[in-house]
């Protein structure tokens, strides 16, 4: 049984030698050659200094070279820390001077882009460049190729680390302020692969798509969970949701987990008869599903298994809805995936009784370390779990997610709302996701998104930011119409505002409320007279 993160390749190595592990438009790698390019990034990275713990950035697209040098960092005993490819330089470059990165691995073309801001990055010594760029030294670190640095490499001799260290730190989106750095411990990684390539029955002729990013933690979760099995991952840099459905087809893949505004849109294509046959299952993440979208790809995708699933970074997954569930419960995100507990608590820790709202608390294995330098942000978060033993003197920590969710008498899960979203209008606390299920139910508009805006009288109103469907205009007055109907009348949005195009995302595909809410925080202020505008 792998302990360690880079040993469920190793284990697979072992067992399916030949079986294809990464393809990657027309190059891929078995589970030998991966085994061998991960042994040679490590002694690369060794041979380049990297201390016990210090961190690899990557900042690529996903290609062959992002998966060996990440697991590549994790045999070397380091960590590694997936930068984002959409993020600009200077954001970058915040990621490295925070966790204090030692080398980077790129392209030569980003390089140049973050030339300027990596005089922020005092910790860098060495950076990687993919394209085989010529040795040269820079200001304050050594640039050389990374083919050369592979080929040069000795075997190597790794830092010894046990499961319990640290090997990776995923950042969030930073929607709100600087981005935290999620710290995950070799056990987090390994016992969350275990646990969920178990309830999605992964096998070693699974064919995962990786259509997230791998700086998500549900994105580089399709790694680690395909890995465990002996599976193989396509990697994929789609620039329309079109593409993906293209690659199901092409690659015939068997399983694919997508974010549900990338659903939305996927719902609304013709999926072709090969890719129906292929893909075995699906499964959300990042967000609940709308009935709407679930019941277009269940009619798109009659023979696949839908798995509807909760998570956060904090904890790598938490709940999953077993398939046979789904037409009992389609608004349910399920129960606890294996090997984890997952409870519903009041403010005192007491538990919430059936139908409570209250906040999801995290306990197991797959908690992590808590946030990088921050020890502010990790007390908020990371708190003891309720209901111990009293006698404990080390009480064990839980992730209080910040979310609120209610259970039903059998035990299943229902998400509201994350607390800093609520709605509060009119003295009602409302859920954006409650509006958004009706927006699409209506069938009027593409994407939507539900937003409190500063009021003068109701404390917040209801802003509701819709896309039209694809070949159609949207009928902002239609819409509203079908809101009064089906909604009460203080849930009713006050101004519904259409959007042409696809909503604004964060870097892991989310829409990005928070963008949205900044840019209509003025909407319902009263105009200035003559006097306040001198």
Known sequence: MPQLLHELILESAGRWPGSRALACQDASLDYEALAQRTAAAAGAFLALGLGRGERVAIYLEKRLETVVAAFGAARAGGAFVPVNPLLKPEQVAYILADCNVRILVTSAERLELLAEALGACPDLRAVLTVDAAGERPAAAFTVAAWETSLAGAGEPRPHRVIDTDMTAILYTSGSTGKPKGVVLSHRNMVAGAASVARYLENRPEDRVLSALPLSFDAGFSQLTTAFHAGASVVLINYLLPRDVVVAVDRYRVTGLTAVPPLWIQLAQLKWPEKAQASLRYIANTGGRMPRATLDLLRAALPRTLVYLMYGLTESFRSTYLPPAELDRRPDS???????????????????CDPGEPGELVHRGALVSLGYWNDPEKTAERFRPAPGQPEGLTMPEIAVWSGDTVKRDEEGYLYFISRRDEMIKTSGYRVSPTEVEEVIYETKLAGEAAALGIPHPVLGQAIVVVATPRPGSDLDVEALLAQCRVRLPAFMVPARVIARE????????????????????QGLFEPPMNADERR
């Open 333 to 351: 995100i399920g129960k606890a995936i294996p090997n984890a507990e997952v409870m519903v608590v009041r403010e005192d820790g007491t538990p």
């Open 501 to 520: 195009g696809s909503l604004p995302r964060n870097p892991n595909g989310k829409i990005d409320r928070k963008h949205l809410a900044q840019e209509f």
